[in-house]
């Protein structure tokens, strides 16, 4: 046993890792399954027929309803020897309800993902000792719904219909008092650190959760504009999640969607109707804060396993960022030059077409002659890691991308590009270091190839365009009048003095040690007390040379 410890605490990292990635990978099946049931196509119809403020609202709202689970975990902390941040039970706690609402794999995903979070610190019997206390209670609230429901059906009338259902309502009702009673009588060692405020702390919780839950799901209907008593919905809605805790199907996922839609055809709620209601309350109580959930997840995975390859993943990943951002703005400025410069000969272009659209467009001949030339000098910069690049290149950006948004017809092809531009130009941030630019003869040559062609060819189609010239082009490839020629060629010479701005900005301040003489005294003393090496004598042959 004990060389089977020493081997498992040995390997512990990859092991948690490993156990990280499962539960990834479970969760991307389950996914699948639930995205697999849904209708693309009527679904597009549900949302088609909401408001804008209406789906805002869901979603905002849908948010909301998840934090009071976030109880749970600021609880389940108090019983553990390790203090963690209330971002970090935020964040994780986050994961863990999203994951469990939508997944929940019997309390063992929760469990699971609870252990992994906070079990920094802590043995395994504190762990599983802290899960077990809060979990008592994490159906406390449904209990007290259960305790209104019934006041609402045998004391005010109201869910008559549902009265046949009062054994599981009765069931669900004992279960907080009994718990309650349960954890007072018990002397044993694992409740004794289990006070009344806590247990009072985490059954608000919980009903704050169960009760959460119901508003969001009259909301929804309310929101569909439905004309029904929605007093009668909370029997329903309570009777409904009964069923779904009892049958232990994640989530509740079809035996509390058929109580709710036969229980909604009650009151007279046509079946697609209660469909669309249903299908909205899982997709923003459920769907889209787990997606939110698996984002965090996946960053927190990405974290650990980037710590455990002493971020060679994180270097890597800031690297091809810059990358793809430098061939990105250099890309949409050569575009941009091409379409100012021959703008008749591209649009008929199948390649040109094809590529546009993943390009920045500016409705000004004059703006995209400059922005052009202005991207594939701060694209330079970011080749040459140059820290003061970044927030130009941010603001030129974020222009571009709203202008281009605003001018050009929507699609969700240029809104995804444009978020994955946003991203790139995040991570690329702390790749660039440099305090100054300092300028090859590689960059200097491609960029000046760049506007040496441009004013070339931009030239030779002005002089075409002249009637009185030997040069003679179709004139469907030319400007249509040589006045808009001349306010192209006026944004070229801007262009080339923003291009020279630019450089001189971004290879600005060279360091004071550079123009300093040359010190053979100081050489010679570092030698005479360091020692010297093959290469000493080049300090005395570069001021030579210099």
Known sequence: MAKLKAFLDKRMTIIKLIFVFSVLIFVVRQLAKIVRQINGEEFKQILANQSDLSLLLMLVIGFVSILPMLIYDFSIVRFLPTKFSPWYIVKSGWVVNTFTNLLGFGGLLGASLRAHFYGK?????????????????????????????????????????????????????????????FTKLNQSDFFHDLSTKQELVMATGSLLEWSSALGFFVLVGYLMGLPIDFAAVVPIFVVANVAGVVSMIPGGLGSFDIFIIIGLGFIGVGRSDALVWILLYRTFYYLVPFVVGSALFVHDTGNKINTFLDNLPQILIRRFAQILLTIFMYFSGIMMLLFATVPNVVIVNRLYIRLFPYSIFFVSHIMNIIVAFLLIGLASGVWARTKRAFW??????????????????????????????????????????????????????????????????????????NPHTPLHFDKAYLFPSQAAWLV???????????????????????????????????????????????????????????
């Open 121 to 181: 610190g802590a043995s395994r019997k504190q762990i599983l000792y802290a899960i077990s206390k809060v979990a008592l209670f994490l159906i406390s609230g449904l209990s007290l719904l259960c305790f209104v429901a019934l006041i609402m059906i045998f004391g005010f009338g109201i869910g008559q219909t549902f009265s046949h259902y009062w054994i599981w309502l009765l069931g669900g009702a004992i279960y907080f008092p009994a718990v309650f009673v």
């Open 392 to 465: 130009p290149t941010v603001i030129v950006l974020i222009i571009s991308v709203l202008n281009t948004w605003f001018n050009e017809a929507f699609t969700w092809r240029m809104v995804t590009l444009f978020l994955l531009i946003l991203v790139l130009l995040w991570l690329s941030r702390k790749v660039l270091y440099r305090d100054r630019m300092a300028n090859s003869w590689g960059v200097l040559l491609f960029n000046g190839s760049l506007f040496v062609i441009t004013f070339i060819g931009y030239t030779l189609v002005g002089i075409a365009a």
């Open 488 to 546: 192209g060629f006026v944004g070229l010479v801007i262009a080339l003095l923003v291009l020279f701005a630019v450089n001189r900005y971004l290879s600005a301040d060279r360091p004071s040690w550079l123009y300093e003489p040359f010190d053979a005294e100081r050489v010679r003393n570092v030698i005479n007390k360091f020692g010297g090496n093959e290469n000493s004598h080049l300090a005395v042959k570069g001021s030579l040379k210099m």
